[in-house]
């Protein structure tokens, strides 16, 4: 049996290689996973191409594409995650979904809605120090509100990394920030 069933989101890029290999770690560590194409087949070289394809379908379709993923896994309890936009999405069906066990975020937030309420929820965030697209004073205010919204929050910092630094097929990858990951991230999951 699965420790933990994750459902794990892609990022901008798309269900790239790299999400797949990340999920195929996961079940190697004696987790199920699924992994939702948002995009329908679509893959992008750029995150600027990834982001206006994403900004095509609209956050709300992609979120509604997201729910309908997750729906038939939720009753299980899920452990949410996802990598820049795809943490983006995994935050939001977290914050929505009474019976989540956890929120692993790799390389991305997302706003929080004032009346979020969770008990307790396990969350663990991986981000590069610094980020464009997570600044300093980005993550101070979303810890707080995550805090105030109930989360069990740790961030782990990686200095010198690149955004998405996860991703070996990507000019940001760091191998020891995603060895360093991947580490952590695995012995989050054994807690939940």
Do not use: C
């Not at 790299?18 to 194409?37: F, I, K, S, Y």
């Not at 069906?93 to 019976?99: M, P, S």
């Not at 929080?112 to 929820?121: C, E, R």
């Amino acid at each position: 049996m699965a420790l933990m069933n994750i459902m794990l989101f892609h990022s901008t890029y798309g269900l790239r290689p790299a999400v797949r290999r990340a999920a195929d770690r996961l079940r190697g560590a004696g987790h199920e996973v699924w992994t939702p194409d948002l995009f329908d087949g679509r893959t992008f070289e750029t995150v600027e191409e990834g982001m206006a394809f994403q900004d095509e379908i609209g956050k709300d379709e992609l979120l509604k594409t997201a729910v309908l993923a997750a729906a038939p896994y939720s009753e299980r309890g899920l452990v949410y995650a996802g990598f820049s936009l795809g943490a983006s999405i995994a935050q939001t069906l977290a914050l929505g979904d009474d019976k989540a066990r956890g929120l692993l975020l790799l390389h991305g937030t997302s706003d929080i809605a004032p009346n979020a309420s969770v008990d307790d929820l396990p969350v663990q965030l991986h981000v590069a120090e610094p980020d464009p697209f997570e600044t300093d004073d980005w993550l101070s205010a979303w810890y707080l509100q995550m805090g105030r919204a109930g989360a069990d929050v740790e961030v782990y910092r990686y200095a010198g990394a690149g955004h998405i630094y996860t991703d070996p097929d990507l000019p940001d990858y760091d191998d020891q920030a995603a060895e360093a990951t991947w580490r952590v991230a695995l012995g989050f999951l054994e807690t939940l």
